[in-house]
């Protein structure tokens, strides 16, 4: 298929342009999220500062907050390149919506939006997705329907996503790692268990929005060279 092809090819583009820079912010990214877990005295920011208020109550979704505003600011950038390109209409709509997502998903992850949803649908007796699974999982598919509006909006003038498809490919696969440890039955588990459990399903997703933090520059940083190629060397 051509989408297959197309993000092969693109992944391909993003690991020999920016192998080294990948690498490294990748191994910081571990580090951060090992550190986070470590001294972050609790997983969730609003309801562990609201318990304990600790400075570092939830460490792990702050930097998780700042990670997704990064990327989001990344994206308004590509969105105003675009605005000065003729007939780019589609294309800034396209990196405002997937800016402003990315700024809604900071907010929601340090005031826990999708968590209340969740408990007002289980209140109002909505049926649990598969009847087992929580039904956080409905905003999940709301979000993903936001992320595939907004390639049908790219798809045209794709070619700035292609040194981010790599790093964004993780970052999707390290939040489906993070569901998946989600929907593990919880009340079952012991104290302990849940504290590990509980460290890697956020870790996992801490460390899928510091791989979007790098989506955003990476997009920045390519719709920048169209406008403003590099000056070759001895010019």
Known sequence: MAIRHWLRDSCNVAWRRYARFL??????????????????????????????????????????????????????????????????????????????????????????????????????????????????????????????????LLWPTRRPLEPAMLPLLVAIACFAVSEILDQLPWIRMSHDTQQIVGAFEEGYKVFGAWTLAICGLLVADEKTREQFPPTPRGA
């Open 23 to 152: 690498l490294v912010s990748w191994i910081a990214g571990a580090a951060v999220c090992l550190y986070a877990g470590w001294a972050g005295e609790g997983l969730y920011y609003y309801l562990d500062y609201m318990w304990n208020g600790r400075p570092n109550a939830g460490l792990m979704t702050l930097v998780s907050g700042f990670c997704l505003v990064a990327c989001g600011w990344g994206l308004f950038v590509a969105a105003r390149r675009a605005m000065r390109t003729p007939g780019g209409q589609r294309e800034t709509a396209g990196w405002v919506l997937a800016g402003m997502g990315c700024l809604w998903l900071a907010f929601d992850e340090v005031i826990q939006l999708h968590e209340r949803a969740a408990h007002f649908m289980q209140r109002a007796g909505v049926p649990q997705p598969l009847g087992v699974l929580d039904h956080d999982l409905y905003l999940f598919a709301a979000y993903f329907a936001g992320l595939v509006l907004v390639f049908a």
